[in-house]
């Protein structure tokens, strides 16, 4: 049991690390102050249409794996075996 427990563990930290990278290569969704005034901008372009493959869309993708993996191992870290 203690060679799975090391295993998970070194899994775990993995995930952090990709996890970490994967969300730092993210561009970022600020708006400035049009947000807080309610201000949109609702224009439709190609990029938006097909976000889903696009390079954005891939890190969107894989980061929401990392972590439902990160929640997964560490509750099963947290169970006593």
């Not at 990278?21 to 309610?38: E, F, H, N, S, T």
Request: glycine letters at 8%.
């Amino acid at each position: 049991m203690a060679i799975l427990r090391t295993v998970l563990t070194v899994l775990f930290a993995l995930d952090c690390i990709g996890m970490i990278i994967v969300i730092l290569m993210q561009q970022g969704k600020d708006r400035g102050l049009g947000a807080i005034a309610g201000v949109s901008n609702n224009t439709e372009t190609y990029w938006s249409k097909n976000k889903g493959r696009s390079k954005e869309g891939n890190l969107i993708r894989i980061t929401r794996i990392l972590a439902i993996l990160f929640f997964a191992l560490s509750v099963v870290l947290n169970i006593k075996f």
